[in-house]
């Protein structure tokens, strides 16, 4: 009776935690109820919470701040302008998750975004984009699945607002209810009308959320997000009244005035990002499995690769538009590692070995399933995850696909484990592990891909490296790194054997350097010299430094990739090495009349012929430097 009445004496009520899902009237920080979200928008609450940052900040022990989030925010332009004014000259990015046709709103005080989606751009190159209809013949045929990625994104989104933030679309029918009040067509739509229009229009939103504002009319881009979104729920939902999606149109718009009206507006733009990441994020691209390394953040697993074409485009778009952005290719929160995306890469250019080697595994590891699980589809990205992340121990395996399938919330999920399922799932990977026969045809498999697979990886380097904008390097990804996602890419790293190779890299030439590519020692040596570079010559790589594609000639001139900074630092990077085995024949790179010396082997390379098979000889890709004329 003591704890009673002290309990209910407090500013909160305790319940049972399964209530949280429909009856929580506090924001979270997506479903961790343990996060309640502050009102950053109040300006006390923005002085407390960012007082040491900017105390930081002013003393320049920082220069520059990670802005994680901005989607949540109530108003992120207010938010960063106030930011920005209080440290004007911070450097200021912000981790949006842009679609791959969004573009950062022009207003936000900001050098650009955390990288993403320069991750997605660059990771796409990879990608054979000649064989997207061979590889999703190969994925149907093995799952039986013809789901497109976009009605798995519908669906996830609609279970993310039922399972995980039901409670946030309780709250927005309450306050919808209380304006249809005020009008007089709509105030006799029932509240379960109310809330399944709302929860359509949510799925329907192609990004991750609006950027409308109280004082100001809506960006031309937000109205037609909200055009699109309102078109594709009335096609969806055919049984709701299409004239309540237009009156939410004008709502979500800012087109109806009133208080409770532009709050409506605010709390929808605040609850798309969640739904998004929810349903996507952390749920669709854990059930279609096409191609695995495309199903990264920020990504569009629908898509399938980027020509050289438009990589320049995007870059020389980069430049002119945020050109200190930041260039990121691992992070905290990617799906997998650089590394094990630029080996998954290779699948998309052998779509024939690659079908054989799962229909051969899959019958050789039959015997092991229980009741027919695990499923075609997770079984498919189990061998995927092995094809990319080998070698990799037995233990890591099974706590990555026991969390992929409880994402994908298809036979499991988090809150209510499927013991019978899980332990299905498990016994199957520990006994396909312990089956020697298999591990050695994966073994047989995996052992071309290696080399391929690190030369796309020292080419996603040297293209974070020497792009618009400042690279990031997440912690570990300094060496060969096969992590998958998280806890697996927070794992201690060994710092003691990172210093040790970079020290020994003062006394190797390159062939040494080569010589030792198993232990990741070319990735190191590329990322120092490139940085060194950075740091001797910054006006190179500047954000006036500019993007000027190069015209690389001959028979395989579509395996390379090649571009100037500064008109005196010119990149050369191999893609789609599965399919010309390296030999580059009469293929050059078109580079200004003079002498070029490449900081990888310290050669010097004189034009008009500047043959790609003298310049990538000696090591995969190339950094050159002019040098002056004397």
Same mark, same amino acid.
């Given at each position: 009776?003591?704890?009673?009445?002290?309990?209910?004496?407090?500013?909160?009520?305790?319940?049972?935690?399964r209530a949280a899902s429909r009856d929580l009237n506090y924001r979270r920080f997506f479903s961790i109820n343990s996060l309640a979200a502050l009102c950053a928008e109040k300006d006390p609450v923005f002085e407390q919470t960012h007082a040491r940052i900017m105390d930081w900040l002013a003393r320049r022990i920082i220069d520059g701040v990670r802005i994680d989030h901005p989607d949540g925010l109530k108003?992120?332009?207010?938010?960063? @302008?106030?930011?920005?004014?209080?440290?004007?000259?911070?450097?200021?990015? !912000?981790?949006?998750?842009?679609?791959?046709?969004?573009?950062?709103?022009?207003?936000?005080?900001?050098?650009?975004?955390?990288?993403?989606?320069?991750?997605?751009?660059?990771?796409?190159?990879?990608?054979?984009?000649?064989?997207?209809?061979?590889?999703?013949?190969?994925?149907?045929?093995?799952?039986?699945?013809?789901?497109?990625?976009?009605?798995?994104?519908?669906?996830? #989104?609609?279970?993310?607002?039922? /399972?995980?933030?039901?409670?946030?679309?309780?709250?927005?029918?309450? +306050?919808?209810?209380?304006?249809c009040e005020k009008h007089l067509k709509f105030r006799d739509y029932t509240r379960a009308e109310l809330e399944a229009a709302t929860r359509q229009l949510l799925a329907c939103i192609p990004v991750y959320r609006t950027y409308v504002r109280k004082d100001s009319p809506p960006l031309k881009a937000d109205r037609q997000t909200i055009a699109e979104a309102v078109t594709l729920a009335k096609t969806r939902?055919?049984?709701?009244?299409?004239? +309540?999606?237009?009156?939410? =149109?004008?709502?979500?718009?800012?087109? $109806?005035?009133?208080?409770?009206?532009?709050?409506?507006?605010? @709390?929808?733009?605040?609850? =798309?990002?969640?739904?998004?990441?929810?349903?996507?994020?952390?749920?669709?691209?854990? &059930?279609?499995?096409? +191609?695995?390394?495309?199903?990264?953040?920020?990504?569009?697993?629908?898509?399938?690769?980027?020509?050289?074409?438009?990589?320049?485009?995007?870059?020389?778009?980069?430049?002119?538009?945020?050109?200190?952005?930041?260039?990121?290719?691992?992070?905290?929160?990617? /799906?997998?590692?650089?590394?094990?995306?630029?080996?998954?890469?290779?699948?998309?250019?052998?779509?024939? /070995?690659?079908?054989?080697?799962? @229909?051969?595994?899959?019958?050789?590891?039959?015997?092991?399933?229980?009741?027919?699980?695990?499923? @075609?589809?997770?079984?498919?990205?189990?061998?995927?995850?092995?094809?990319?992340?080998?070698?990799?121990?037995?233990?890591?395996?099974?706590?990555?696909?026991?969390k992929a399938a409880r994402e994908a919330r298809e036979h499991t999920c988090w809150e209510q484990p499927d013991t019978n399922y899980e332990e299905a799932l498990l016994g199957f990977t520990r006994n396909i592990f312990s089956d020697t026969f298999f591990v050695t045809d994966l073994e047989a498999f995996v052992e071309p891909l290696i080399t391929p697979g690190r030369i796309n990886s020292l080419s996603?380097?040297?293209?974070?490296?020497?792009?618009?904008?400042?690279?990031?390097?997440?912690?570990?990804?300094?060496?060969?790194?096969?992590?998958?996602?998280?806890?697996?890419? &927070?794992?201690?790293?060994?710092?003691?054997?990172? &210093?040790?190779?970079?020290?020994?890299?003062?006394?190797?030439?390159?062939?040494? $350097?080569?010589?030792?590519?198993?232990?990741?020692?070319?990735?190191?040596?590329? $990322?120092?010299?490139? +940085?060194?570079?950075?740091?001797?010559?910054?006006?190179?790589?500047?954000?006036?430094?500019?993007?000027?594609?190069?015209?690389?000639? *001959? !028979?395989?001139?579509?395996?390379?990739?090649?571009?100037?900074?500064? /008109?005196?630092?010119?990149?050369?990077?191999?893609?789609?090495?599965?399919?010309?085995? *390296?030999?580059?024949?009469?293929? &050059?790179?078109?580079?200004?009349?003079?002498?070029?010396?490449?900081?990888?082997?310290?050669?010097?390379?004189?034009?008009?012929?500047?043959?790609?098979?003298?310049?990538?000889?000696?090591?995969?890709?190339?950094?050159?430097? #002019?040098?002056?004329?004397?």
């Amino acid at each position: 009776k003591v704890i009673d009445r002290l309990l209910a004496n407090q500013h909160y009520r305790l319940v049972y935690w399964r209530a949280a899902s429909r009856d929580l009237n506090y924001r979270r920080f997506f479903s961790i109820n343990s996060l309640a979200a502050l009102c950053a928008e109040k300006d006390p609450v923005f002085e407390q919470t960012h007082a040491r940052i900017m105390d930081w900040l002013a003393r320049r022990i920082i220069d520059g701040v990670r802005i994680d989030h901005p989607d949540g925010l109530k108003d992120p332009d207010a938010y960063l @302008r106030r930011l920005h004014k209080a440290a004007p000259h911070a450097w200021i990015v !912000v981790e949006k998750i842009l679609h791959p046709k969004e573009q950062l709103p022009e207003a936000w005080p900001v050098a650009g975004t955390t990288g993403y989606d320069f991750l997605n751009q660059a990771a796409g190159l990879f990608i054979d984009r000649d064989n997207k209809y061979m590889m999703s013949a190969v994925y149907e045929k093995f799952t039986g699945s013809r789901t497109s990625f976009d009605d798995h994104v519908y669906q996830c #989104k609609h279970l993310a607002m039922e /399972k995980l933030l039901g409670a946030d679309i309780c709250r927005m029918t309450g +306050l919808l209810i209380q304006i249809c009040e005020k009008h007089l067509k709509f105030r006799d739509y029932t509240r379960a009308e109310l809330e399944a229009a709302t929860r359509q229009l949510l799925a329907c939103i192609p990004v991750y959320r609006t950027y409308v504002r109280k004082d100001s009319p809506p960006l031309k881009a937000d109205r037609q997000t909200i055009a699109e979104a309102v078109t594709l729920a009335k096609t969806r939902s055919p049984a709701i009244d299409p004239r +309540l999606f237009d009156f939410l =149109s004008e709502l979500c718009l800012g087109s $109806i005035e009133g208080d409770p009206e532009s709050e409506f507006m605010l @709390r929808f733009q605040q609850i =798309s990002g969640p739904v998004m990441a929810k349903g996507v994020e952390d749920t669709a691209f854990y &059930r279609y499995h096409r +191609l695995a390394c495309l199903n990264e953040v920020g990504g569009d697993p629908s898509s399938f690769g980027l020509s050289a074409a438009s990589f320049h485009d995007a870059m020389m778009a980069r430049s002119h538009q945020c050109p200190a952005a930041m260039l990121a290719s691992s992070t905290h929160d990617t /799906k997998r590692s650089e590394d094990v995306r630029a080996r998954l890469a290779l699948l998309s250019e052998i779509p024939d /070995k690659w079908a054989a080697a799962v @229909r051969r595994w899959s019958r050789q590891n039959s015997i092991y399933k229980k009741q027919d699980f695990p499923d @075609r589809n997770i079984e498919y990205l189990l061998y995927q995850t092995l094809a990319g992340a080998w070698p990799v121990d037995e233990n890591r395996a099974c706590a990555y696909i026991q969390k992929a399938a409880r994402e994908a919330r298809e036979h499991t999920c988090w809150e209510q484990p499927d013991t019978n399922y899980e332990e299905a799932l498990l016994g199957f990977t520990r006994n396909i592990f312990s089956d020697t026969f298999f591990v050695t045809d994966l073994e047989a498999f995996v052992e071309p891909l290696i080399t391929p697979g690190r030369i796309n990886s020292l080419s996603q380097v040297l293209l974070k490296l020497t792009a618009p904008g400042v690279p990031d390097f997440y912690q570990g990804s300094e060496l060969w790194d096969l992590s998958l996602v998280d806890p697996d890419n &927070r794992r201690p790293v060994d710092f003691g054997l990172r &210093r040790r190779l970079l020290e020994s890299i003062l006394e190797m030439n390159t062939d040494r $350097i080569m010589a030792q590519m198993d232990t990741g020692l070319p990735k190191m040596y590329l $990322i120092r010299q490139a +940085l060194g570079l950075r740091k001797q010559h910054p006006q190179l790589f500047a954000p006036d430094a500019g993007y000027q594609p190069l015209k690389v000639t *001959g !028979v395989n001139q579509d395996h390379a990739v090649s571009f100037l900074r500064g /008109k005196q630092a010119a990149v050369i990077v191999p893609r789609l090495v599965m399919g010309f085995s *390296g030999a580059w024949s009469d293929t &050059r790179v078109n580079l200004p009349r003079g002498s070029w010396k490449n900081i990888f082997t310290k050669e010097i390379f004189a034009g008009p012929d500047f043959l790609m098979e003298h310049i990538l000889n000696r090591f995969p890709v190339a950094l050159l430097v #002019k040098i002056p004329d004397a």
